[in-house]
């Protein structure tokens, strides 16, 4: 008798394994998510032994006009795109057309960085892994924000400016840039646009309801704007929305997919490529590389061991399982994806916002109830829930600058940015634009000595600048050095690699 109750309660553990969460208790928590991190609107997606057994939708996709997401509604994917990117680059070693040890310069001859010796040995995983010396984000002042007035051959030219940081292949340093070398990596050796390659290759053969850059015009009638909270009220994000044109930045970051699309992208890598992707490239992809830290936090809640970035996936260990993941963020935009290949089991959340919390409670919620059926429940809203700064009023800074406000007016010339030119505005006060990248306007707010703090014209625009004006005898100026109010003293940014030298 004890055996056949031994047996019932483990046949109930089985049935509540394979069940997952409750459907109505992951509405209430995306539900709540979209209220607490003011988020529009969200799609939940979760497979499970090459099934769909859930796809939800929750909110809007389009404020102004009260249009719902629906499931063939299209999110912007930001850094989740690079699980396609490097799906495709795996497509072309299985032809044998390259090798993930080979040197990049083999393939793109003008690559350099500033360090010779990394140059030399500089291989498409090394590309790949974020172990390249340099600084976290090293590159994305040539991205973002959009639009971007780089090429990605310039992209490539740029990154010889960057003096490295930490020892090649010491540590993880996060780079999109890289991912659009990839992306030019795809196009260079296929033959093809890095979108053709993509979608003809990869995308199409499975399937999938996604895109690689452009959005066709068809397509934009079900696609999500994106949002950020503004003095109370969701603000769309003009320089994010989906377009017709192809990002500078999408292999990085620039696919743009559905709830379906996302059902079929995680059912095929589950399914071991689903006879496009060969299961060996699978493996291949979501092997690390990389040493991650593992937080405390993951620790005691996840049961944490071990964390490593591969091929554009992450790779940890969570409540005993690996799990193989990756975020996404372009403002406006939030995606997650979690797959866990032992139980065949996928979960993505795409939204329209630009908080990252609401993606998170909602895909934790969903893998703790997957992985974690018996443990107590938590309240995941609470725990990513954090006190938010309340942006207090435009600072009010005398004009306390040592030169009349006519003696930094000019053109300003960096060796890889380009041109930024100071101007006198209607206003009266002085204004600051970049030649390359249009949406870096703004409004020049005296604070002491030589020193002015740019305020965006465009409040979508990330963190303010502090501009610190270089001066010469006789009242001259001779350069300008930038730097962002969101860097920590000390913390290295594209800004440290430019000096811009007064041209006139």
Excluded at 24 to 42: K, N, T
């Amino acid at each position: 008798m004890r055996h056949v109750l031994l047996l019932s309660l483990l046949l109930v553990a089985l049935q509540l394994q394979a069940a997952g969460p409750d459907e109505q208790a992951i509405d209430s928590i995306a539900g709540r998510a979209l209220v607490a991190f003011d988020v529009p609107g969200m799609v939940v997606v979760v497979v499970k032994d090459g099934e769909t057994v859930l796809l939800k939708t929750y909110g809007l996709r389009d404020v102004e006009h009260a249009l719902p997401v629906t499931p063939h509604t299209y999110f912007r994917l930001g850094s989740t795109s690079k699980a396609f990117t490097t799906a495709a680059l795996a497509l072309l070693v299985q032809e044998g057309k390259l090798n993930w040890e080979d040197r990049l310069t083999k393939y793109l001859p003008e690559f350099r960085l500033h360090d010779e010796g990394a140059t030399q040995a500089f291989s498409i995983r090394d590309m790949l892994t974020h172990r390249s010396g340099l600084w976290s984000g090293a590159g994305d002042y040539m991205l973002w924000p959009e639009p971007s007035g780089f090429t990605p051959a310039e992209v490539i030219a740029n990154m010889r400016h960057f003096r490295p940081v930490t020892p090649f292949r010491s540590s993880y340093a996060y780079s999109n840039a890289f991912y659009v070398m990839a992306g030019e990596l795809v196009a260079r050796i296929s033959g093809m646009t890095y979108q053709a390659f993509v979608e003809a290759e990869l995308i199409k053969p499975l399937g999938v309801a996604c895109f690689a850059g452009a959005v066709p015009e068809e397509a934009m009638a079900d696609a999500a704007e994106p949002y950020v909270p503004y003095q109370g009220a969701p603000l769309r994000v003009d320089r994010n929305r989906l377009t017709t044109q192809t990002p500078v930045m999408v292999a990085a970051g620039g696919i743009a997919c559905n709830g379906e699309g996302m059902a079929r992208w995680m059912k095929a890598l589950l399914a071991g490529g689903k006879g496009v992707l060969a299961p060996e490239s699978i493996a291949e992809l979501w092997t690390g590389v990389t040493p991650l830290p593992v937080s405390a936090r993951e620790k005691e809640r996840d049961g944490t061991t071990r964390r490593a970035y591969a091929l554009g996936w992450r790779i940890s260990d969570v409540k005993g399982y690996e799990t193989v993941s990756h975020t996404g963020m372009l403002l406006g935009f939030q995606s997650q994806v979690v797959l866990v290949p032992a139980r065949g089991l996928g979960i993505a959340v795409l939204s329209n916002g630009t908080s990252t919390r609401a993606r998170s409670a909602v895909s934790q919620a969903l893998l703790m109830g997957w992985l974690a059926p018996d443990e107590a429940p938590r309240n995941w809203i609470a725990e990513y829930t954090a006190a938010s700064a309340v942006p207090g009023a435009e600072p009010q800074l005398p004009n306390t600058v040592e030169l009349p406000l006519e003696a930094y007016r000019g053109n300003y010339v960096d060796d890889w940015f380009g041109t930024v030119t100071v101007t006198m505005r209607e206003d009266g006060a002085l204004g600051l634009a970049s030649t390359r990248m249009p949406a870096m306007t703004g409004k020049m707010l005296p604070r002491s000595g030589h020193e002015f703090l740019v305020k965006w014209d465009d409040p979508t625009v990330d963190a303010d600048f502090i501009a610190r004006f270089e001066p010469g005898v006789n009242g001259s100026i001779l350069g300008l050095r930038l730097a962002s109010t969101a860097h920590s003293p000390g913390q290295a940014s594209d800004l440290d690699a430019m000096h811009f030298v007064r041209a006139d």
